[in-house]
């Protein structure tokens, strides 16, 4: 029988799902920056960067927007697009920092927002039950 943790703090689902779209607002922005860098309204040309800056920013462009969206509506898949994003980009800065360079700044947001995440997951209930914890009630 799984743990029933959010019983005994029915205001853990809320608060977990308010957390996870402040990242969703987060991460669409950060999306929408990206898909500024290949449009050319920001930053230096996107013809011009390297390939494999290309290819990082594409990916991001599109899976921080699909994460958004997940994440606003706490599924679970929102929660695995995210996941997937901040790994990349933790690889990224701290394996491939010769590549992408060392941004210490985005790999301590995204250690700390996964830290976050989990610790709140653990209140909210186990992994087995935290996706039919996370549908409010319609009252």
């Known amino acids: 029988m ?4 959010a019983k005994a703090a029915p205001v853990a689902p809320a608060i ?3 957390y996870l779209r402040a990242l969703a607002l987060f991460y ?4 929408l920056v990206n898909w500024a860098r290949i449009l050319g ?7 011009g960067q ?5 290819i990082a920013t594409v990916y991001f462009a599109l899976l921080q927007v699909v994460a958004a969206v997940g994440l606003w509506c706490g599924a679970a ?4 697009a995210w996941l997937f994003s901040s790994v990349a ?3 990224m800065h701290v394996g491939f920092s010769d590549l992408f ?3 210490w700044l985005t790999v301590t947001f995204h250690v700390t927002t996964i830290l976050i995440y989990v610790g709140l997951a653990w209140w909210t209930g186990t992994p087995e039950n935290t996706g039919q914890i996370l549908r409010l009630p319609s009252e």
């Not at 799984?2 to 943790?5: E, I, S, Y």
């Not at 898949?77 to 695995?80: D, F, K, L, Y």
Request: proline residues 9%.
């Open 2 to 5: 799984p743990l029933q943790f």
């Open 16 to 18: 977990l799902l308010w």
């Open 28 to 31: 669409f922005l950060s999306g």
């Open 41 to 47: 309204a920001i930053g230096p040309g996107f013809a």
């Open 50 to 54: 390297p390939a494999h800056v290309q």
């Open 77 to 80: 898949w929102g929660v695995a």
């Open 89 to 91: 980009e933790l690889v």
């Open 101 to 103: 360079g060392s941004a």
